[in-house]
């Protein structure tokens, strides 16, 4: 890749106080991008925003919910205020909603969508119809290897994961001809905040963000349709596509979906509470207008 590929590139993502989004900030503003980052945490978000600029880059932060379509057109209008445009949407923020099918409610589902479809879709929606009015511009939408092939146990957040998948694949297809390009990002485990309770086997150990995040600049440099990390997961894709009975028994057999820690998984049913908690109280507010 060619030094500061990305040179006075402007560039939004979404989930960026931690984990993949973090390090992928980091990564374009190392390309010479200017780099608005999202997320909830303001002062982890903060942080980030810092060792951008540390570093000599370009950067500046803006606390967002991306369930809230209204926070999510306001960084936009902020990042467009500031530097007139917006070149790369990356859409990673997620959340791990793990639950089994017979033990699932809606609110799971949910909860799930909100933040891993809508975000991206309220996010796309945003930047979309300045990238077409310019003929230019890269959506980068991080899905999972769940996208892939659905892990037992997992069925809210790969319900989500597909249906971002599944606006991907269109958006790309649509988008032909347009200067508008699509990369679908597939990560396998990621070693990130999302699963620090998840135990996984070393044949699916976990990746640090970093690798994740020097791929997905060399996949828009590319403009590559999409991007499955690690290389080595696609062996279970394709086995998969020629066999599902053979992909399921691979899933069980190397015991892919990984075991809970109990004591870190009881933090995150009571982190999920509180978010649950959360949108309650808005939902009254709103109504209580």
């Not at 859409?91 to 909603?97: E, L």
């Not at 990369?183 to 990130?192: A, H, K, N």
């Not at 933090?267 to 649950?276: E, I, S, Y």
């Amino acid at each position: 890749m060619a030094q500061k590929a990305l040179l006075d590139q402007v560039a939004i993502v979404t989930g960026a106080s931690s984990g993949i989004g973090r390090a992928t900030a980091l990564a374009l503003a190392d390309q010479g991008a200017r780099v608005a980052l999202a997320a909830r945490d303001e002062a982890r978000l903060q942080e980030a925003v810092q060792k951008i600029q540390a570093l000599g880059g370009e950067a500046f932060g803006v606390p967002c919910d991306v369930t809230r379509q209204d926070q999510v057109q306001r960084l936009v209008a902020e990042t467009m205020a500031r530097w007139e445009r917006v070149d790369i949407l990356v859409a990673n923020a997620g959340a791990y909603v793990r639950c089994p099918i017979r033990e699932a409610t809606v609110s799971e589902f949910e909860r799930s969508l909100a933040v891993n479809f809508y975000g991206a879709l309220y996010s796309t929606m945003a930047v979309l119809p300045s990238m077409l009015a310019r003929k230019s511009g890269h959506l980068v939408l991080v899905t999972s290897l769940d996208a892939k092939k659905g892990m037992p146990g997992d069925a809210p957040y790969v319900a989500a994961k597909f249906a971002l998948r599944g606006l991907g694949e269109v958006l790309r297809q649509e988008l032909y001809g347009t200067g508008v390009y699509t990369t679908i990002v597939f990560p396998g485990r990621v070693d990130t905040p999302m699963i620090v309770h998840l135990r996984v086997p070393r044949i699916s150990a976990k990746i640090p963000p970093r690798k994740v995040a020097r791929a997905i600049v060399r996949a828009i440099h590319r403009r590559s349709p999409e991007l499955v990390i690690p290389l080595s997961a696609r062996a279970l894709f394709y086995l998969d596509t020629l066999s599902p009975r053979l992909g399921d028994w691979i899933v069980r057999r190397l015991r892919l979906t990984g075991r809970e820690d109990e004591a870190e998984s009881e933090t995150q049913k009571l982190v999920g509470a509180a978010d649950k908690e959360k949108a309650i109280t808005r939902e009254a507010e709103k109504l209580l207008g």
